[in-house]
Nanobody, 120 residues
Framework: QVQLVESGGGLVQAGGSLRLSCAAS????????MGWYRQAPGKQRELVAA???????NYADSVKGRFTISRDNAKNTVYLQMNSLKPEDTAVYYCSAEVVHTTLKEYDYWGQGTQVTVSS
């Protein structure tokens, strides 16, 4: 089994910053893409940012220039640095990972979610 444990959410004023972390543990051989998604009340879950095992990144247009995704492959951890936060960034943020097990089979995993609230 594999677990993704997120941390770093909280309440921040508009214009502030937060850094989310997500650490994967368990029967991991390697991890391919990792990403962050978010879901606001009454809205569908949307991709915020993703990063490949080689470090290639892509971002939602709404966060480009404000958010930065990175990863530490040695620690099986992905980060999301969020700057210049806006009230519309308020959501539950979920990390995801494409994990190759020690059995060499690949499965997708999700974290439990962490709340980010940006006050105006």
């Amino acid at each position: 089994q594999v677990q993704l444990v997120e941390s770093g959410g909280g309440l921040v004023q508009a214009g502030g910053s937060l850094r989310l972390s997500c650490a994967a543990s368990g029967s991991i051989f390697s991890i391919n893409a990792m990403g962050w998604y978010r879901q606001a009340p009454g809205k569908q879950r949307e991709l915020v940012a993703a990063i490949s095992s080689g470090g290639n990144t892509n971002y939602a247009d709404s966060v480009k220039g404000r958010f930065t995704i990175s990863r530490d492959n040695a620690k099986n951890t992905v980060y999301l640095q969020m700057n210049s936060l806006k009230p519309e960034d308020t959501a539950v943020y979920y990390c995801s990972a494409e994990v190759v097990h020690t059995t060499l089979k690949e499965y997708d995993y999700w974290g439990q979610g962490t709340q980010v609230t940006v006050s105006s």
